[in-house]
C-alpha cells in the first residue's frame, strides 16, 4: 500500500486546514489508520488513529477537541481537519496504516505497529 499526504500549507494561528490521505495499490479496509507529526528530525509525535470500525478515533490530548480523524474506505482515503491552529501545531504531518490484525476496534497510538507511510506534507502556522 502507497500513501500520499496533500492539503499541508502556511497558515495563521485560529486558521482551520484539512489534510488529506490517499491510498494506492492496495484497500485501506483492513487498516488502522493514524496520523502523526514530527518536528525538526524528532521523534514522530501520536496525533491521532482511527480503527477499521470508525469507532472511537483516539486523539492526542494535544489535539483533543481541535482535529478530527475520518476514513473514507470507498475512497480509500483518511482525513485530518483541523480547526484553531496554533504555531505549537507546526510540523510534518504523516499518514500511517497499521494491519488490523483481525480487529476492527485496533487503533494503535505509537508508531511502532504501523507497516505503511506516506512521505509527509508540512504544516506551517505562523502570524
Known amino acids: 500500500v502507497e500513501l500520499v499526504e496533500s492539503g499541508g500549507g502556511s497558515v495563521q494561528p485560529g486558521d482551520s486546514l484539512t489534510l488529506s490521505c490517499t491510498a494506492s495499490g492496495g484497500s485501506l479496509q483492513r487498516y488502522a489508520m493514524g496520523w502523526f507529526r514530527q518536528v525538526d528530525g524528532n521523534a514522530r509525535e501520536f496525533v491521532a488513529s482511527?480503527?477499521?470500525?470508525?469507532?472511537?478515533?483516539r486523539y492526542a490530548d494535544s489535539v483533543k477537541g481541535r482535529f478530527t480523524i475520518s476514513r473514507d474506505d470507498a475512497k480509500s482515503s483518511v482525513s485530518l481537519h483541523m480547526r484553531a491552529l496554533s504555531p505549537e501545531d507546526t510540523a510534518l504531518y504523516f499518514c500511517?496504516?497499521?494491519?488490523?490484525?483481525?480487529?476492527?476496534?485496533?487503533?494503535?497510538?505509537?508508531?511502532?505497529?504501523?507497516?505503511?507511510w506516506g512521505q509527509g506534507t508540512q504544516v506551517t502556522v505562523s502570524a
Open positions: 500511517a496504516a497499521a494491519d488490523s490484525v483481525g480487529s476492527r476496534l485496533y487503533t494503535p497510538i505509537s508508531p511502532n505497529p504501523y507497516d505503511y
Open positions: 482511527i480503527p477499521r470500525s470508525a469507532d472511537s478515533p
